[in-house]
């Protein structure tokens, strides 16, 4: 018997339904407007890029590079060779296997290698067996695919994606800076908790191009948290840093520093403190750790030990967020956990979260494009987690989106029918909401569904109303009725 197991979704992966969906459009909605009014326009990317891209802007060592990518090769193995032979060759044409000069080789071989396969097995169905042998050559016959095939992810992020757009497109050729904006579906493999799922959805924006003045990294800011006002989002928290650059007299000196401090506390720190001495120091400052913080505390501070320029840089950006009326706190442990970050970053959290309280995060990443193959460029930007928002909103209480009908259709009778066909059509495209129930039924009953589709006005047709041509409106919160003619109607509709 077929198996009739019912599916669900898969986990950390959810469905968005109604009235929910409504909130969701909302934010949406309000990002492209308050977007627009800082003069920034949409991009969109793909959801599937080459695997390299984020181990190269990301970082291969991060966490979300190292553990949470769904990353899958192009050519995956297959049940029998010959398919395998179809799948490679299919992929070669397509561009799946880079056509350059070592791949031509490396398909040469692979194409020998087969064809030795199947003469020495007497044929390409006995390959199957099991025989050592064969499984040796089927390994050494992986291996080449492998080489010279592409892996693709799941992106888990977009600013990697943004920067290899503006590359792959010469946005510098435009008026710079470019400034840019995305909303989307992000993946990362993380066990799922509140406000923490494996499929989640970030709107995001980069400012790429153009010089790096302090007042790029103020207005993207002050862009954020007009956002989250109009939302009216309470109690957000701003914590912003600056992390320095990449040069011998900033950051690398202070990390070199914090390692030799580590060093000496080292026995008290936790197992993943320690091992990230010697690997990344800097993301022990990350560290949630209770029994960790009060060793955290006496830590050097990197602001101290920025470069003059990084120094003045800071000092710029916290002026002119103090210019646009901007409230920050400075919050010297404050890394992220990507490695393309330099001198600003910045986080804020939101009430009603739990332990995944930050709504959004973002930074300065100036080199990430040249390190993507790009020309020298300043980037800035950030990434709101937006189901992390909503839950928010949902808690302060702001997230009820009225979904109900202004008008509902109460009809009965034949000539009533036409003329409600006729109505529905006006008052829809005067932008009004209206239900026309499909089917005859007693005024009752239709007052009745009215009130459930939480509709404003119920709009009562009988033949009666149709001869004499005017129209009864009830207003559903009171029960009143008044009569109306066609133009009437719909001025009082606008009106109200
Ligand atoms: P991020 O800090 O990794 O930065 O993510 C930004 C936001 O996405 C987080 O603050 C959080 O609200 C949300 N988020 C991250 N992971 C999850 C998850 N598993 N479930 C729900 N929400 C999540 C970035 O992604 C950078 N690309 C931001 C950026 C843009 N920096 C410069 N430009």
């Known amino acids: 018997m077929a198996n009739k197991a019912k599916f669900q979704a898969i986990r950390g992966m959810r469905d968005f339904l109604p009235p929910e969906t409504a909130l969701w459009n909302r934010v949406e909605q309000t990002a492209h407007e308050v977007f627009g009014t800082f003069g920034f326009a949409d991009i969109r990317t793909p959801i599937l890029e080459a695997t390299d891209l984020f181990a190269r802007a990301v970082g291969d060592e991060t966490d979300i590079v190292s553990k949470e990518m769904y990353s899958f090769p192009a050519v995956r193995p297959q049940k029998s060779l010959e398919e395998l032979v179809g799948v490679v060759e299919r992929a070669f044409q397509g561009g799946e296997i880079d056509n350059t000069p070592e791949n031509q080789l490396r398909m040469a071989q692979f194409r020998n290698s087969v064809e030795s396969l199947f003469s020495a097995a007497g044929g390409a169905t006995a390959v199957v067996t099991s025989a050592p042998e064969t499984q040796i050559r089927l390994v050494e016959i992986y291996r080449v695919v492998d080489e010279m095939q592409r892996y693709f992810s799941l992106r888990p992020e977009a600013t990697a994606s943004v920067c290899r757009a503006y590359i792959e497109h010469n946005m510098q050729q435009l008026p710079q800076p470019a400034k840019l904006y995305y909303m989307g579906p992000m993946f990362r493999r993380e066990r799922p908790q509140k406000g923490r799922y494996r499929q989640f959805y970030q709107i995001g924006a980069e400012v790429l191009g153009g010089n790096d003045a302090p007042a790029i990294d103020a207005e993207v800011i002050e862009m954020v948290m007009t956002f989250f006002d109009k939302l009216e989002l309470p109690g957000l928290q701003l914590d912003i840093n600056s992390i320095g ?249 606008q009106a109200s």
Not at 484 to 491: G, N, Q
């Open 245 to 493: 650059h990449n040069g011998p007299e900033c950051r690398p000196k202070y990390v070199e520093l914090l390692r030799e401090e580590l060093r000496k506390v080292k026995d008290h720190l936790g197992a993943d403190s320690q091992r990230r001495i010697e690997t990344n120091p800097l993301r022990v400052l990350d560290s949630k750790l209770e029994s960790e913080q009060a060793i955290i505390a006496k830590l050097p501070h990197i602001a101290d030990h920025l470069c003059d320029a990084c120094k003045t840089h800071y000092a710029e950006v916290k002026k002119q967020l103090q210019l646009r009326g901007v409230i920050y706190r400075e919050n010297w442990r404050l890394v992220r956990g990507l490695d393309y970050y330099m001198r600003t970053t910045f986080e804020i959290t939101a009430k009603g979260l739990g332990s995944q309280n930050a709504v959004c995060g973002g930074g300065r990443y100036d080199g990430l494009v040249e390190l993507l193959g790009g020309p020298p460029t300043k980037g800035i930007g950030f990434a709101i987690g937006e189901d992390r928002l909503i839950l928010s909103l949902q808690d302060a209480g702001k997230g009820v989106v009225r979904q109900g009908r202004d008008v509902y259709i109460a009809w009965m009778g034949e000539h009533a029918y036409t003329a409600a066909v006729r109505t529905a059509k006006f008052l829809r495209h005067a932008g009004f909401s209206v239900e026309l129930p499909p089917t005859e039924l007693k005024f009752g009953k239709a007052l009745e569904r009215a009130s459930k589709l939480d509709s404003r006005y119920a709009l009562i047709l009988g033949d009666n109303e149709v001869s004499e041509g005017f129209y009864t409106l009830k207003t559903l919160a009171d029960g009143t009725q008044q009569k109306f003619t066609e133009p009437e109607l719909l001025e009082f509709l």
